[in-house]
C-alpha cells in the first residue's frame, strides 16, 4: 500500500485549503484513512477518520465544525477540507491508512504518506 497526500501550502488566517490523499496497492474501501499533523517541536497528533464507506468521520476538538473529512472510494482518494484556518492548524498534514475500525491512535495505522506542509499566517 503506498498513500501520497498532496495539496498543503499556504493561507491566510479564516482561509481554506484542500488536502488530497491518494491510495494504492490495495483494497482502498478495507481501509480506515485517517489524518494527522505534526507541528515543528510538537508531538504528531490526531485530526480526523473516516471509516471504510464513509458513513462514521471523527474528528479532534480542536478542528471540529472547521474540517471536514471525505472520501471516494471508487477513485481511491480521500480529501480533507479545511476551513477557517487559524495559526495553530500549521503543521505537516499526514494520510495514513489502516486496515481495521476507526482509531486515533497513530500506531494503530500501518501506512503512511509522505507529509504535506500547511502554512497559516498573515
Known amino acids: 500500500v503506498q498513500l501520497q497526500a498532496s495539496g498543503g501550502g499556504s493561507a491566510q488566517p479564516g482561509g481554506s485549503l484542500r488536502l488530497s490523499c491518494t491510495f494504492s496497492?490495495?483494497?482502498?474501501?478495507?481501509?480506515?484513512i485517517g489524518w494527522f499533523r505534526q507541528a515543528p517541536g510538537k508531538e504528531r497528533e490526531f485530526v480526523s477518520a473516516i471509516s471504510w464507506g464513509g458513513t462514521n468521520k471523527y474528528y479532534a476538538d480542536a478542528v471540529e465544525d472547521r474540517f471536514t473529512v471525505f472520501r471516494d472510494n471508487d477513485r481511491n482518494t480521500a480529501g480533507l477540507q479545511m476551513n477557517n484556518l487559524k495559526p495553530e492548524d500549521a503543521a505537516v498534514y499526514f494520510c495514513?491508512?489502516?486496515?481495521?475500525?476507526?482509531?486515533?491512535?497513530?500506531?494503530?495505522?500501518?501506512?503512511w504518506g509522505q507529509g504535506t506542509l500547511v502554512t497559516v499566517s498573515s
Open positions: 496497492g490495495g483494497t482502498f474501501s478495507h481501509h480506515t
Open positions: 495514513a491508512a489502516r486496515d481495521g475500525p476507526y482509531s486515533d491512535n497513530e500506531n494503530k495505522y500501518h501506512y
